[in-house]
């Protein structure tokens, strides 16, 4: 057991004050330093405790409910049966942290370290639900019995992770890293699973019931044990009608000739969901209203394509190339943008040649409510018309 040392209530608030101060830019001002200190039981809800240091510190039953913890250090600290609700712990270290009993539901972890935090079997469990966990590090965590369900965990690396009997329901796990993961008998009823990897996880016991793992990487024997009933797996393409499969193949031919051999796809209105498109070249290709719910399409070529209107709701588009792409109206609601380009796109002529001339990316009228995107991303947005902090 760590030993913490111990302040005043006065010192400690003092600290606080001092710290705010600091956040605001004076010159006077130092952050705050809580390592290995005890806050046992203090009230913190709504602080703005950025970049605070925190490692080691005795956090057992802290109320931080809305606080902001953005960049903190909350390194190996005691947390048992805290309550962190509605807090945001982006790019938060909870490295080796202790979770026990702690509530994080409809807290922002997304890009937080927790490799190695854990809880004990004698307390109960934490609490995940509804949490925002996107590209957070949980490898190597024991999240045993921990409630995650409709938590967001897209990106997020899970490597080596204890889930057992945790509870999953409904949450987002697209493309997340599950590698040697212990799911067994965890509850992943409706969780979306496209594009994870699943390679020797454990899931004995599990419940997959009506989950969508489309495009899953997995290793023999995997699934062995686990309740897959109604689970959508999705072979790619072999379950889309014969004429589909040869529009999409035809107009990949169509691309790669400069239009001298296969034909253009005009796909408006096709049903796509949770199709596996990953890598797939529809550069110019016409989807407007296309439902593509779900879809994996990470690294696909989609310059120019007209997607107006289209439905990519929950769509994995990683690393994709929408240059030039017409999403004016799209639904891009919890789609996961992480990588893809958005600039311009040189125009060719009808010769094959440059015309020296580019075409903008449109995301007029988009829906981008919740959706995963990167930094650079958000910085250019402003420049599509876009403002994210009137939609959130």
Known sequence: MALHSYRSREHIFAELEAHRRWLAGAEDAMPADFSNVSLFGLDLSGRDLRKCQLSGAGLQGIRLTGANLEGADLTGADLTAATLDEASLRKAKLVDANLSGASFRGSDLNGADLRGA????????????????????????????????????????????????????????????????????????????????LSNAHLNGANLQRARLVGVTLTEGVLDGADTEGANFAPPLDGFDIELHRQLFDHDRWVSSQGQRGERAELDGADLTDADLRGFNLSGASLRAANLRGALLNGALLVLTDLAGADLSQASLVRANLSGANLRGAKLHSADLSGAKLGPAPLIGADGRPTGRSRATVLEGADLTEAVLDDEQKSVLPDFGIDLAAKS
């Open 118 to 197: 854990h809880g004990t079997v004698s307390m109960s469990s934490p609490g995940f639900e509804g949490a925002m966990l996107r590209l957070t590090n949980l490898s190597g965590a024991d999240l045993s019995g921990a409630n995650l369900d409709q938590a967001d965990l897209t990106g997020a690396m899970l490597v080596g992770t204890v889930l057992r009997n945790a509870s999953l329901a409904g949450a987002n796990m697209r493309n997340t890293d599950l590698t040697d993961a212990d799911l067994g008998a965890a509850n992943l009823r409706e969780a979306l699973l496209n594009g994870a990897n």
